[in-house]
C-alpha cells in the first residue's frame, strides 16, 4: 500500500503562485506520478503526468503554467503553478501508479480568488 500526502493547497490571489507537495514513505521512482484536479459533481481533470524515465505531460488548459517536479531523496513530486487563474480553483490529487496499481492522496483544495 502507497500512501500519499498533498499539502501546499490554500488561497492565493489570480496571477499567483503555488506550489503543491506528494510526500509518501515509499520510494516513488519507479512510479508514474500523476497530478489531477477535481470539482465537486465533475469528473477529475489530468493536470500533469511525469514518467518514471522523465517523461513529462500536461493538460492543455494548463500548460505553459505548470510543471511537475521530483524529489527522489525527499520521495515528494511538486507540482509549481504559476500564472493562476479562478478557473484553477479545485481539490487537487496526487496519483502514483505502478502496473495495475493506483494510488490516491487525499486531495489538497487550491482556491484562486481575489
Known amino acids: 500500500q502507497v500512501q500519499l500526502v498533498e499539502s501546499g493547497g490554500g488561497l492565493v490571489q489570480p496571477g499567483g503562485s503555488l506550489r503543491l507537495s506528494c510526500t509518501s514513505a515509499?520510494?516513488?521512482?519507479?512510479?508514474?506520478m500523476k497530478w489531477y484536479r477535481q470539482l465537486p459533481g465533475e469528473q477529475r481533470e489530468l493536470v500533469a503526468g511525469?514518467?518514471?524515465?522523465?517523461?513529462?505531460d500536461y493538460g492543455y488548459s494548463v500548460k505553459g503554467r505548470v510543471t511537475i517536479s521530483r524529489d527522489p531523496t525527499k520521495k515528494t513530486v511538486y507540482l509549481q503553478m504559476n500564472n493562476l487563474k479562478p478557473e484553477d480553483s479545485a481539490t487537487y490529487y496526487c496519483?502514483?501508479?505502478?502496473?495495475?496499481?493506483?494510488?490516491w492522496g487525499q486531495g489538497t483544495q487550491v482556491t484562486v480568488s481575489s
Open positions: 496519483n502514483a501508479v505502478l502496473g495495475r496499481f493506483s494510488y
Open positions: 511525469s514518467g518514471s524515465g522523465g517523461s513529462t
Open positions: 515509499t520510494d516513488l521512482s519507479f512510479y508514474t
